[in-house]
């Protein structure tokens, strides 16, 4: 190979070179683009804690609001409140015991009972739909009851009662939950009926 033929070839492997490193630079970029638009998107409200649901192991009871389809039965079907007894009363069947229970439990007891001479192979879901409230009280600026969001955590509690005041001692938090008192976290999930309490600090 000749002088002009070996700067030709020197040219031509160099603009190859250049071009597969612009072809890197912009997948990468892609790639970055791509990840930080799918973060946004995926993206949780700070306080509350992602992918957090309840309703699957969410122990029901009174004030608790329960939507309970029958399929292909719309007069059976409705949205139904938990009373102070516990229990919820639906159509044909009557007052069925919901406190003490989850959905999944409401689900079969619901479809037990309308087999026993009503329908021969109910289906039948049932959802949350409205949680009972939640209390917050001790060294926030607004304590009292809060209407309950799926995920809440103990600061975003606090936020909602309008912050911590002054005096306020965030690592000594209580959770009172079914008459049993814990110490929580800023993160640790809050359930439908829990007292948040927050304790002074006394320096």
């Known amino acids: 190979m000749d002088r002009a033929n070996q700067v030709r070839a ?30 946004g998107v995926s993206s949780t409200p700070p306080g509350i804690a992602p992918g957090v649901s309840i309703e699957a192991s969410y122990i029901l009871g009174p004030g608790d609001r329960v939507r309970v389809i029958v399929f292909n039965e719309t007069d059976l079907s409705g949205d139904f409140d938990v009373d102070g007894r516990g229990q919820i009363s639906v159509p044909l069947i009557g007052e069925i015991q919901a406190g003490g229970g989850t959905v999944r439990q409401v689900e079969r007891t ?7 001479g009503f329908l021969r192979d109910p289906k039948v879901s049932a959802q949350v739909i409205g949680y009972r409230p939640f209390f917050i009280l001790g060294e926030v600026r607004t304590p009292g009851s809060y209407p309950y969001v799926n995920g ?10 309008g ?22 976290t800023e993160e640790m999930v809050v359930m439908p009926g829990d007292t948040v309490r927050v304790n002074e600090r006394f320096f």
């Open 10 to 39: 020197v040219k031509v492997m160099s603009r190859v070179k250049q071009a597969v490193a612009s072809l890197f630079f912009f997948v990468g970029l892609a790639l970055t683009a791509s990840a930080a638009w799918a973060q």
């Open 110 to 116: 619901i479809e037990q009972r309308l087999r026993e």
């Open 152 to 161: 809440m955590t103990v600061v975003s509690a606090v936020a909602i009662a």
């Open 163 to 184: 912050g911590y005041t002054p005096r306020a001692n965030k690592r000594e938090v209580v959770i009172i939950r079914a008459g049993k008192e814990m110490k929580a």
